[in-house]
């Protein structure tokens, strides 16, 4: 993993006098691909994305940005990675185009290569229409899909988006979520920080979840709910069939068997046991009408987490996060 | 630790950008209408007068900047209101509707310094005062010169264009001001307000405040107050509490450039005059050379409050 990774920090920390917004937190970014920074507002996250572009001091730690330090390099950091700050701001009274100009003389672009960059970035992100529009006239998700293509345009290496989901209606998270995909598929590397959790879990392949200023887990969202919900997978299923709960409940690894309604089970058990339920349904000749097993919800691991740790805490967190 | 790359990358694109929204934006227009119209206004008073008054004058051509008619001031009393409310207007805002609009952070997240941006911006303000200034200086000689028909002399034009550099550089000291404060206010109105009210104080107050506090350090002697005299001490102390306001600086500047036959700025003894003509007229390097203090001062507190205004916005986070 070391070999191939963006993003290194470690040990990385700000403090603003006594009080201390990141404290020492490690972490790698791997190429190509998607970790998420999760976690309640005023958790550290903006301050860590910043601390990697060399926008803000480094209290302590040390951090490498593609082989670069922020905060001796920042100009060649800042040429190799696109950033879409939380609630990105335009020029409104520029149009679309003229404001990736701006930024396309800003990194040094000649003028030949700017207009094609700008004119593929803008078709990608399906702004090419309104180009020659004013931004002040473009709505929230218009302007979250300009700052993706300010990175496109920038042909980043890693893209960091702050909050990029927040504000928008599902629709439009649905079709940023899409394009953040897209620059996995191009072999982008993407740091991503949300305090909503269950809307870009999906797309992250790793998440660090943040809780005043720490790192309170890390890894894989699979692994984690794992980890934190006691290993269990429930698999919920919708047949009929004579006894069926109750031969379901024989099966090696299932540890209960609840009955969610009519003629609806939910099984929890230490390991995926779809191929066995199903058999068994089909052995009682039953109809198989629906056979799902539950993806953990990074919602619940992290309301369990602290749950566990700190009981108050958790549930003034959970509040916040809530509003 | 030496820092990678040059400060001022991308400092011609940021000037390019802001002088391009500050010629088009709706301010500018504003600041046009206002330069035409003090143009015609101050030249109207003044021809009005230079007419009356037809004794030969070797410098009829620089009584357009300096006579006034009542109620009309004079046009360098004019730009002494009107450029700092330029420079201000120009200036309140650099900064921190960057923070409003949420542009900064995205803008400071290309391969730029932050040097680059604040000088750009500074740099564009400026460029874009010294149109305007430039602008209504050339309309009010043409149109001086059409209305007076004697044609300046040498000298003339000469004092005239010092006296423009120096009102460049009169607008440069309210620019750095408007700058610095538009790095430490978020609020834009707020900016305006205290620059406002500041070059209010600056420009009206501490000048009578200046003889007061003078007076409670070092009160006037009698015995000069018997003659009805200033006190030298007191005088001196009155003049140099007024200095440190850029207006007055700028007044006495434009003094020793407007009128050749200034021979000092301050209380003059009667050892200066020895040997000397009075009335006669100065040659333009002696008069710069008066002033040449004043002008000095003004450079340096342009560059001073610009530098305060920089290590702060060094030190400032970007954040929202």
């Known amino acids: 993993m070391s070999q191939d990774s963006v993003i290194q920090a470690n040990g990385l920390t700000k403090t603003y006098g006594s009080a201390t917004a990141v404290d020492h937190i490690s972490f790698e970014v791997g190429r190509g691909e998607i970790f998420g920074l999760l976690g309640p507002n005023g958790a550290g996250k903006t301050t860590t994305i910043l601390m990697l572009l060399g926008l803000t001091d480094i209290s302590a730690g040390e951090v490498s940005v593609l082989g670069f330090n922020p905060a001796r390099e920042p100009l060649s950091v800042k040429r190799r990675v696109g950033y879409m700050p939380d609630t990105v701001g335009f020029y409104d009274g520029l149009t679309a185009a003229d404001n990736l100009r701006y930024t396309a003389r800003l990194i040094g672009f000649r003028v030949l290569e700017r207009e094609k960059r700008i004119a593929e970035a803008l078709d990608r992100v399906g702004l090419a229409d309104v180009a020659e529009k004013r931004v002040g006239t473009f709505s929230r998700g218009m302007r979250q899909r300009l700052g993706l293509a300010e990175i496109l345009m920038k042909g980043a290496q890693i893209a960091i988006l702050d909050e990029p989901t927040s504000g928008l209606d599902p629709q439009a998270t649905a079709e940023l979520l899409g394009m953040i995909r897209g620059f996995k598929a191009e072999g982008v590397s993407v740091l991503l920080s949300s305090h909503l959790l269950e809307r870009v879990q999906s797309v992250c392949d790793r998440v660090a979840l943040f809780s005043s200023g720490k790192i309170a887990l890390m890894g894989r969202v699979a692994d984690l709910g794992r980890e934190v919900l006691g290993g269990g997978y429930v698999v919920d299923i919708e047949a009929d069939g004579a006894g069926l709960a109750e031969r379901l409940a024989l099966i090696p690894g299932v540890s209960g068997v609840e009955k969610t309604g009519i003629g609806k089970l939910r099984l929890h058990a230490d390991r995926d046991v779809r191929p066995e339920a199903a058999a068994e349904v089909v052995a009682l000749q039953g109809r198989l009408k629906f056979l799902g097993v539950q993806e953990p919800s990074l919602e619940a691991i992290y309301t369990r987490y602290f749950e566990a740790k700190k009981p108050e805490q958790a549930v003034q967190e959970g509040a916040r996060h809530a509003a | ?320």
């Open chain 2, 1 to 320: 630790m030496q820092r990678e790359g040059s400060a001022f990358s991308g400092l011609g694109v940021v000037v390019l950008k802001e002088l391009s929204d500050h010629l088009t934006s709706v301010r500018m227009r504003v600041l046009e209408w206002l330069v035409v119209l003090v143009a015609l206004a101050a030249l109207y008073g003044a021809i009005q007068q230079i007419k009356d008054t037809t004794a030969e004058d070797p410098f009829l051509f620089l009584r357009l900047f300096t006579t006034s008619r009542d109620p009309l001031p004079s046009f360098v009393s004019f730009l002494s209101f009107l450029v700092p409310l330029m420079a201000i207007g120009l200036g309140f805002d650099t900064v921190n509707s960057e923070h409003n609009r949420r542009t900064l952070s995205r803008i400071l997240s290309q391969p730029i310094y932050r040097d680059a941006l604040l000088f750009g911006k500074f740099l564009a303000g400026l460029i874009t005062l010294s149109i305007s200034l430039v602008t209504l200086w050339l309309l009010v000689v043409g149109l001086g010169l059409l209305l007076i028909g004697i044609p300046p002399g040498a000298e003339e034009i000469a004092r005239s264009f010092v006296f423009l550099l120096v009102t460049i550089i009169y607008a440069g000291v309210w620019l750095a001001l408007a700058l610095l404060f538009s790095i430490l206010f978020r609020s834009a109105a707020t900016a305006a307000l205290v620059t406002l009210g500041l070059w209010l104080f600056i420009t009206f107050i501490w000048p009578v405040l200046a003889g007061a506090v003078a007076q409670a350090i070092i009160p006037p002697d009698p015995r000069y107050t018997a003659l009805g005299l200033q006190t030298p001490g007191t005088a001196e102390l009155e003049q140099i509490l007024a200095r440190l306001s850029p207006s007055t600086l700028y007044a006495e500047v434009v003094v020793a450039l407007l009128d050749p036959t200034t021979r000092a700025l301050g209380p003059i003894y009667l050892s200066q005059l020895q040997g000397a003509v009075l009335g006669a007229p100065l040659p333009l390097g002696a008069s710069v050379l008066i002033a040449w203090p004043q002008i000095v001062a003004m450079i340096a507190s342009a560059l001073l409050l610009f530098v305060v205004g920089y290590v702060i916005f060094q030190r400032q986070e970007v954040r929202a």
